[in-house]
């Protein structure tokens, strides 16, 4: 693609702020925080997830890494849902993210019928991931253990998320499109540049396709970096700064509305 080195120094930029994030979120005082400690881990999601899809540029599989970069934007607005739920009760909130992430394990066990269970050494037994359920049921309540089944300990699908949190365009623009590689019903990516009767213009496309990708891609870890910050204490607060700046002002840099708005 045009110009992956420059998109690549961007995405190194970035990794190395998160790499000091994730020393200071793992380091005392903040592993004594169960909030710290959960948003670490969507962090480290995140992180991860960019990493990967800088992988999948660099081995010109930019059609593969669409699929992360869904990934990126729904950890973008998870992280800030959770910061307005833990602004309201952050044990609450910290004990329903936790919750909801048992129950979805309960669901997914009990779909595979608890084959395997007894393969692994302590694991608990169907009858004691069953009684745990109906205990989260009697806290939350039957129509509120359905939504967080289904969607997480926010209840609400993706597209309500992004509407609450004003990020309803980049969600109808970017993880609508770059859904159809989850879902794999799409063939066009792979079949247009070989039927193609305009070469040119086609290429034209697949370099506004990814610049627009790399710049969300680097924009939802960079919000997500700047929240974490912030609750740290704000110390890379100068180089997340520079490191936007250099973002804004790369000649393919495509800015994504709304997606830096929010605060933690």
């Known amino acids: 693609m045009k110009a992956w080195e420059s998109w690549d120094g961007l995405i190194h930029g970035i990794t190395l702020i998160c790499q000091t994030l ?3 979120t793992s380091s005392p005082p903040h592993t004594q925080s169960a909030q710290i400690r959960i948003l670490e881990g969507m962090f480290r999601k995140s992180f991860d997830s960019l990493r990967a899809v800088q992988l999948l540029y660099g081995a010109s599989l930019p059609i593969q890494a669409q699929a992360l970069i869904r ?3 729904e950890a973008r607005i998870d992280v800030e849902i959770f910061l307005r739920l ?5 044990v609450a909130a910290a ?3 936790l919750d909801a992430m048992m129950l979805q394990k309960i669901s997914q066990q009990r779909q595979s019928n608890f084959v395997g269970l007894d393969l692994v050494e302590g694991a608990p037994t169907p009858d004691q991931l069953l009684e745990d359920e109906k205990l989260l049921i009697e806290r939350y309540g039957k129509d509120a253990i359905k939504a967080m089944r289904r969607h997480g300990f926010s209840g609400m699908s993706v597209e309500d998320r992004a509407e609450q949190l004003g990020l309803s365009e980049p969600y109808n623009i970017i993880y609508r499109n ?4 989850i879902h794999n019903t799409d063939y066009m990516e792979h079949l247009g540049p070989r039927v193609t009767t305009n070469p040119d213009r086609w290429k034209q496309y697949e370099d506004l396709r990814d610049h627009l990708a790399l710049s969300t891609a680097i924009a939802c870890v960079w919000r ?8 740290l204490g704000g110390e890379l607060v100068d ?13 393919h840099w495509v800015p994504v509305p709304k997606l830096m708005e929010g605060s933690p």
């Open 178 to 181: 770059f859904s159809r590689n």
């Open 22 to 24: 994730l020393k200071k």
């Open 86 to 90: 833990c602004a309201e009760d952050p």
């Open 95 to 97: 004990r329903k993210l």
């Open 224 to 231: 997500t970096a700047w929240f974490i910050d912030s609750l």
């Open 71 to 73: 990934v990126l934007l």
């Open 239 to 251: 180089q997340l700064i520079e490191c936007w700046r250099e973002c804004t002002t790369f000649e």
